[in-house]
């Protein structure tokens, strides 16, 4: 599966934007979902992940309540929905897929990204 990440851009603190991650291919249902982010100096982490059917969604507790991950498997398209959003969360976000099972939050475990998009907070 071949996966593109937009919806980024520069956002006040408090503000909110959407990501969106379109997929290629018949297959995106069968693949659980993440996204990851990377901020400037820092390794890449895990933000958030989805099961197939979009049911089970799971979280990094530092944006629990703030961000809110969804998928559309009719339109092969995952979201990220960023709310409250703090300068902390300033990074290139990616969207993932991977063909294992649970909710894997090390990017090793991920078998296909897209190429990120940034998310920039202003304070």
Do not use: H
């Not at 980024?8 to 982010?37: D, I, P």
């Not at 961000?67 to 990616?94: G, H, W």
């Amino acid at each position: 599966v071949q996966l593109q990440a937009f919806g980024g851009g520069l956002v006040q603190a408090g503000g909110s934007l959407r990501l969106s991650c379109a997929a290629s291919g018949r297959t995106f249902s069968t693949y659980r979902m993440g996204w990851f982010r990377q901020a400037p100096g820092k390794e890449r982490e895990f933000v958030a992940a989805i099961d197939w059917s979009g049911s089970t969604t799971y979280y990094t507790d530092s944006v629990k309540g703030r961000f809110t991950i969804s998928r559309d498997n009719a339109k092969s398209t995952l979201s990220l929905q960023l709310n409250s959003l703090k300068p902390e969360d300033t990074a290139v976000y990616y969207c993932a897929a991977t063909a294992g099972i649970g909710f894997p939050t090390s990017s090793t475990l991920y078998n296909y990204w897209g190429q990120g998009t940034l998310v920039t907070v202003s304070s």
